[in-house]
């Protein structure tokens, strides 16, 4: 039996571990490649479901490894802060609204494969565009929007004979009866998301603003923001209960689903769980395009769009997954479709999904005629307006005019905030 | 000569498992042994996160992008924001009354439990309870007590007679939703108050209650004259850590109100979140967070002075 010295023991290992060490990547890595993924909980779950179907299938047909986390919505802010002044953590995160603009200088550019995709579905809708395409570079691919809709009782709306609100002022005349028979309107003016996903299309209806396409002139004190207001107070007043002052985002959708509410404005979620759950008034519950005003039809989404940090260090196979994804055809009607039209897909050509046919109750999910826009349209969706955004100056707007500031006062209060925030 | 070396010699020769035996045995050694896995831990989950906190503050750090140093101005221009001045007043008035109550109620329960009451230890360990729970799942209890359609607070109010239908709404209007989450805030530490007092009172000797019964004292000139001065450096120790926990409450506030009705629940913790983290300016948010620092030291420094004076 051969022996081996110490001394050449040493020189063979080392040699072997620097043989290992020189080209920098883990030897398992070098196998087989792994990209992860830091998606939200989806509100609506079969989603996530089968999106972690559709990633076995994606590391069985290409051999790249995808690990797929979940975060609750509320915590992606820290936890994305976290990822990027640490530089470290998943390769591919799914952003909401604004995010692309807040981590522009992190994301990888995958305007190629928005290119791609907008040929084969046409161009992204007005507000993923808005929301990921950030100065001239796509930050983000759009992949998916929750829309805002009009939810209705239908049982009350015909018992009562009410027209079917095409207008913000024809939702005030159904607004008053609805409250007399004890079912009032359900829009909340609260410190939260879903307040400003109205006030804003209706401030927009009205033909009012926040700051203007510059992104630097405040534009909140005008003649249509008072009209708005007037209008918000004449319906707090006639049409709803002051509870709406308090709630949050889940609010409006509980008060329609346990049959108190018998107007509210909100993403398809109501009736989706009152569906689900098998509720008396999933078979009450309809749905009509959000109403208009003076200045057109306009309404608020939430794109969602993924992202490749610029730290990764797999960014082709995240970008293969994303062609994965969103690029075959017949997986991204899979994806949508199994959200059961709570998330639809960002494409003009793809605007009458097959999804929406699912259901009668869907047909206004189109959205013929309505401009979607994100939060602070038309300014860019600059840090400064998303935090005018994310400060609740609009809704804290509305708040004060309804419980007794002056309209003009409110206003000017609004436009003291935005103001500060512009010049900061 | 000699002399002086001959420990050194003595010394080398000596194993190396008696060297160690007798280098542990030096205090100068064994001390900082000892203290360095706290020491380590310390500096990596304050001093460091701390030092963070005080770079970002004067600083105009925004996620992902490069930062400068900007001095004092986000401190200063934090007083141009309405947000800001409202959450300032309203950490004070969360605070004092929230302390004031939790002292109060705090002392009232600690004296209660020291009586001889059955299934004492049960009672005792039931007062744990909103302690022990998880804020974010009790809150959401309270959230539903507090629900401005199906509040079973209001609906016990409306039965008993005492308020008129709907009742308030709890988390829509300012003073009430401020009240709200006091409510909850004292609900919370009453028993880390309780228990903690209840130890003080188990400690004060007997004999001094006999000898002021003996000269005639009450229950009330007891509590006055023996209970309430031995309980003063208790009190001290648990106020001051309340008014920190207090001043930098979250959870309670983020859950039950998110800050609103128009800003008027608002307090440092949640704010700094809403600037620094949900729109991405840490440089501001940092700020927010850090801006009693100075305040809370001079508390606890005064605190601590007080309660070393008692103590010698």
Known sequence: MSTM????????????LAGILAPRIPPAVGQQREISYLCWNNFAPLMDKKLAEIGTRFTKDTGIKLKIDHIAHAQQPAKYAAEVQTQSGHDLVEMRMHFPWLYEPQLVDVSDLVAQLEKQYGAAIS??????HVRGVWRAVPQYHGMFVATYREDLFKKAS????????????AGKELKKM????????????????TAGPILWSFGGLEVDKDGKTVRINSPATEQMLEWYKKMFKDAMDPEVLSWTDASNNESIQQGKSGWIHNPVSAYLIAKQKKLPTADLINHHRTPGGPAGRHDTDVPRHIGIWKFSKNVEPAKEFIKYILGKREVYDEYIMSADAFNLP??????????????????ALSGEGVQYHAYGWPAPPSDKVQLITNSFILPNMVAKAVTGTPTKESVAWAEREMKKILAG | MAISTFPVTAHARLPWRARVREMLDRERILGPLFTSPAMILIVLLVAYPFCMALYFSLSNAFIGRPSHFVG???????WDSDAFQQTFQNAFVFTGFAIAFKIVLGISLALLLNQQLWFKRMIRGMVLLPWVIPTALSVLGWQWMFNSSYSVVNWTGIALGIMDPPG??????????????????????LPFFAITILAGLVSIPKELYEAAEADGAGPWARFWYVTLPLLKGVLAIVVLFSTIFTFSDFNIVYQLTHGGPINSTHLFATLSRQIGLESGRLGEGAAISLYLFPVLMFVVYAQLKYVRKQAY
Do not use: C
């Open chain 1, 5 to 16: 010295s110490r001394r050449r023991f040493v020189a063979t290992s080392t040699a072997g």
């Open chain 1, 127 to 132: 507000s993923a565009k808005e929301t990921a």
């Open chain 1, 162 to 173: 009410l027209k079917i609100p095409d207008t913000w002022e024809d939702l005030y005349v």
């Open chain 1, 182 to 197: 004890g079912h009032p309107v359900g829009i909340p003016i609260s410190q939260n998301y879903d307040t400003i996903s």
């Open chain 1, 346 to 363: 960002t494409y003009d050509k793809l605007k009458e999904h097959p999804v929406l046919k699912t259901d009668p109750k869907y047909a």
């Open chain 2, 72 to 78: 004092l101005r986000n401190f200063i221009n934090l």
């Open chain 2, 168 to 189: 308030p709404n709890w988390l829509g209007q300012k003073y009430y939703a401020m009240t709200a989450v006091v409510a909850v805030n004292v609900w919370r530490g």
